[in-house]
């Protein structure tokens, strides 16, 4: 009795079973990349934007916006994600994340 055919079968099977999802998940990364690099080129138009409207703020206005804290957390999410899509995980090792301004 030749038991190896129907275990190379199976294991056959079984491995082909998985490539669609090894296709679905490269797809998908593929796309979520795809989606960061368009959110990092929105997070660079609104820089331009912030520098275009930074000189227009009112001179004797009692409360003002502040612009470079903007620009500087805009910044630091921008490099996260560059990070992010250049690594595309391969560095997991911890590092040291600075706070957002988050007051405008």
């Known amino acids: 009795m030749n038991h190896k055919k129907p275990i ?16 679905i998940g490269s797809a998908s990364n593929a796309n979520e990349l795809l989606a960061l690099k368009k959110l990092e080129q929105y997070i660079s ?5 912030i520098n275009d409207a930074e000189p227009m703020q009112t001179e004797g206005s009692r409360y003002k916006f502040d612009y470079s ?27 040291v994340i600075a706070p957002l301004v988050r007051e405008y």
């Open 8 to 23: 190379t079968t199976i294991i056959f099977l079984f491995l082909a079973s998985l490539l669609p999802l090894t296709a």
């Open 45 to 49: 138009n609104a820089s331009h934007l």
């Open 69 to 95: 804290a903007l620009s500087q957390d805009l910044t630091a999410i921008s490099k996260s994600i560059n990070r992010f899509i250049n690594n595309n995980q391969k560095n997991q090792a911890p590092r």
